[in-house]
C-alpha cells in the first residue's frame, strides 16, 4: 500500500518496486457470496480510488438485481477515458432504473440532485472536473460522489435532499 493526502493505493504501491507483483482481487459477487448476509444490502458504498466505475459496470446484473441505493465516487482522473467511463456508467445505471441522484463534492458539501432525465447535467459536470483540472492545474473540486436512487427509493431521495437543502 502506497498513501498519500488520505489516499491509499496498491497501483502506486506496486508501481514503486521494481518488478512485477501480483494483487490478488475479487469482485463483487464473489465477495457477497462469502459475506451472504450482505447480499439484501439496501446501500452499496464504493470508494475505490479510480475503479468505481469499472465495479459498477462489472457488478451491473447484481446491482440490477438489488436496487440498492448506490454511492460512489464520480473520479475521471485515474484513466486516459474516465470522463467516457463516468459517462458511460451514468447511462449504464439510467438504463437499469437508476432514476434520482444527489451530487456532492469531494469534500462532501451537497451540490445538486439530478433524475434521469437529465443526462446534459451530467455532461456539465464531467466537463467541470475535466476543465477544472486541465485549466487549473490545482483543482478546487478533485471528484464528486454520487449517491443514486431507484424509484423503490423516492421516499429516501426527497428526505436527503430536503435535509441537505435546508438552510437553517
Known amino acids: 500500500m502506497f498513501s498519500s493526502g488520505g489516499t491509499a493505493s496498491i497501483v502506486d504501491a506496486i508501481e514503486s518496486f521494481e518488478g512485477t507483483a501480483v494483487v490478488p482481487t475479487k469482485s463483487l459477487a464473489s465477495i457477497l457470496s462469502h459475506y451472504p448476509s450482505f447480499q439484501n444490502s439496501k446501500l452499496l458504498k464504493i470508494d475505490t480510488d479510480g475503479f468505481d466505475f469499472y465495479i459498477i459496470q462489472t457488478s451491473i446484473e447484481f ?69 477544472n483540472r486541465k485549466k487549473s492545474g490545482t483543482p478546487a473540486v478533485h471528484y464528486f460522489d454520487i449517491c443514486a436512487f431507484t424509484d423503490n427509493d423516492i421516499d429516501l431521495f426527497e428526505a436527503i435532499r430536503l435535509m441537505e437543502i435546508n438552510l437553517d
Do not use: W
Open 63 to 131: 446491482i440490477n438485481k438489488l436496487c440498492p441505493v448506490l454511492y460512489f465516487e464520480y473520479d475521471i482522473t485515474f484513466n486516459h477515458k474516465g470522463e467516457e467511463a463516468g459517462l458511460e456508467t451514468i447511462q449504464t445505471l439510467f438504463d437499469i432504473g437508476y432514476e434520482y441522484f444527489i451530487v456532492y463534492d469531494n469534500y462532501g458539501n451537497y451540490l445538486i440532485s439530478l433524475s434521469n432525465q437529465e443526462y446534459d447535467r451530467f455532461l456539465d459536470l464531467t466537463a467541470y472536473l475535466a476543465s
